[in-house]
């Protein structure tokens, strides 16, 4: 019934209505797939199109897109069902293919079972080549979807910008202007408003490399670009394919030795004739990350260069940011990253208030255990914060857009080894912050942001027990309710609301191959995947807590409150709601766009 024949309608009540599974399995014990280069439905067969962009480049590859729910989003999306109140039996797509140009990647978290090889016909084994006339629609969501921005809805000057805590959120379009007064869209961060860009890297999961190139200023648009990237095979060479119309781009492969590994880690270092700048995100360099969703970054601010024989040791920051963001390069053991360790050591990030805290694929032991993952986050705040009065009434809330698997029950993972990192200041009440079906389905996307909430039901079925700890998404204070989270959040939060202990934000999901998880009697800790984020710890400001800022938007310059981006306290599910799960479908009411989900 899904993209690879993963659920099948056995008449099987659940807590999730009348679905069980056929091939479930978790992301621990299975081998990842080859990712496909045809993406087969039920309905409908969508195969790489090989016609010329809006540039008349010629243009054989798509973006590498991530997950299967992000294909089913693109299928659904660019072909809907509509809502019909009387629906047939059979709900039947009606459907043109033309549009269906798009060839997407693997997981971030789940990788299903591979697809069944389907036989050519006689008649497909050398068909003859076709001159086809047709544009590739310029997003995975077809072309008549996205709006192009007025130029009014870009920053022209850094008046609204706060640089006291320098995080950001991305602009949403179609959210009253106030709400994006301060916050940055792709264009603005790479504008001359911030510096004049000589080179830059790009750490990603997801690329659309021809929309990526547009979002440089003209004057920038020609200037060196290498991405890191985590694909093999297929997709590797779908991406360099899409980058062959720009012979400024190159690739840096990270290493992804241990399965189920992704490069999730979403990072820019920007270099200037006038310095460096590193920002650390929550969006891929895909359209839709910029558009409709709730997304975040951490901006550095504009980093000078040491002067001429400054000792390796110099431009130190109090958070030790400069020699864990070079460990942190330095594990990817990749002689394309050389150049730019280097340059980081000839600058100087003493202004840096934030700490790093990054996940790298390996199995570490000793003193290197509390380098990367949630062991990382552990050791800084038992050495860098102070216990507070009531601790066990301080709330930890989680806040993610993609769940692993956790195990039988609470005690494997999640309220054993990861609560103790997040209650490391005591006791507390633990909120998870995850969008329900309701959300999805009355979000600015309609049912396709679901696409980039990959939470399975085989996954979900084996942890109805953790669905207890489920709150809503709403974000009225951002103004971004409707916008679907892709941002990851964690944070220490006062019994009234008031006051934060810490915050991070990450591209790290709730999942083991994201933070890692304990082996060999506790001696020993496994990481999957690179990640990385930002931690804010209020000693590094001179603070005792981070008081809650109230009114978010319009952005101030002169505001001391730290601007969370959804509303406190979280709204627990109500009796009626639902987690989101992408691959089962949704056909009792129409989404905002008068549409229905069905994964098929």
């Not at 080179?199 to 999961?205: A, G, K, M, T």
């Not at 990450?506 to 990385?532: C, D, F, P």
Request: charged share 25%; glycine share 6%.
């Amino acid at each position: 019934f899904t993209a690879y024949g993963l659920l099948c309608a056995t008449i099987k009540d659940s807590q999730h209505g009348k679905w069980t599974i056929s091939d479930s399995e978790d992301e621990d014990n299975i081998i990842p797939p080859t990712k496909p280069d045809t993406i087969t439905t039920s309905r409908t067969t969508l195969s790489p199109k090989r016609n010329e962009d809006n540039h008349s480049v010629k243009e054989p590859s798509a973006p590498s897109m991530g997950s299967e729910a992000r294909k089913v989003a693109h299928v659904n999306q660019t072909i809907p069902v509509k809502y019909e109140s009387n629906p047939s039996p059979s709900v039947k797509r009606k459907r043109e293919t033309e549009e269906a140009g798009w060839n997407l990647s693997s997981s971030d978290d789940e990788t299903p079972p591979p697809a069944p090889k389907k036989e050519p016909k006689k008649s497909d084994v050398n068909p003859k080549k076709k001159k086809t006339e047709d544009k590739r629609p310029p997003s995975p969501h077809g072309t008549s979807y996205y709006k192009e921005e007025p130029a009014d809805f870009f920053e022209t000057n850094l008046l609204s910008m706060n640089d006291m805590y320098r995080f950001y959120l991305n602009k949403v379009t179609g959210i009253p202007k106030k709400f994006n007064t301060g916050a940055l869209h792709i264009k603005d961060i790479l504008s001359p408003m911030f510096g004049t860009l000589k080179e830059s890297v790009q750490f990603n999961y997801c690329f659309d490399i021809p929309w990526m190139v547009e979002q440089y200023p003209p004057e920038f648009r020609d200037k060196p670009v290498v991405l890191v990237h985590g694909e093999k095979r297929e997709s590797k060479a779908r991406l360099i394919e899409q980058a062959k119309p720009y012979p400024h781009i190159r690739f840096c492969q990270a290493k992804l030795d241990i399965a189920f590994g992704t490069h999730h880690t979403k990072m820019m270092l920007l270099w200037y004739e006038e310095g460096f700048r590193v920002i650390i995100l929550t969006s891929n360099l895909i359209r839709a990350d910029w558009y409709q969703k709730t997304q975040g970054m951490w901006m550095s601010p504009l980093y000078p260069r040491l002067p001429e024989g400054s000792p390796e040791t110099a431009g130190e920051s109090p958070t030790n940011f400069k020699s864990d963001l070079l460990e942190y390069l330095e594990a990817y053991r990749a002689p394309e990253l050389a150049e730019c360790i280097d340059r980081i050591k000839q600058h100087d990030l003493s202004e840096t208030r934030v700490y790093l805290i990054g996940s790298t694929p390996g199995r570490y032991q000793g003193p290197a255990m509390e380098k990367w993952g949630h062991l990382r986050l552990r050791k800084l705040l038992s050495e860098h914060t102070k216990p507070v009065q009531n601790e066990e009434r301080w709330h930890v809330l989680g806040q993610f857009s993609s769940i692993g698997s956790m195990g039988l029950d609470k005690t494997k993972w999640l309220a054993a080894e990861f609560q103790r990192t997040l209650t490391t200041l005591g006791k507390a009440g633990k909120s998870l912050v995850y969008p329900s079906v309701e959300n999805v389905r009355t979000s600015l996307e309609g049912y396709p942001a679901g696409g980039s909430l990959p939470y399975s039901i085989q996954t979900a079925q084996k942890q109805l027990w953790l669905h207890s700890y489920f709150h809503g998404w709403h974000a009225d204070v951002t103004g971004r309710s409707n916008a679907m989270p892709h941002i990851k959040t964690y944070m220490r939060v006062s019994p009234d609301f008031t006051q934060l202990a810490w915050f991070l934000v990450t591209s790290a999901n709730l999942s083991k191959a994201a933070w890692g998880a304990l082996e060999k009697n506790s001696t020993q800790i496994m990481v999957r995947s690179y990640e990385l984020g930002v931690l804010y710890l209020p000693s590094a400001f001179n603070m005792s807590t981070f008081p809650v800022e109230k009114n978010v938007f319009p952005a101030s310059s002169s505001s001391k409150g730290f601007p969370v981006p959804f509303d406190l306290p979280p709204q627990h599910y109500s009796s009626k709601e639902q987690p989101w799960i992408w691959n089962i479908p949704y056909t009792q009411a129409p989404d905002t766009h008068g549409n229905v989900w069905v994964p098929s």
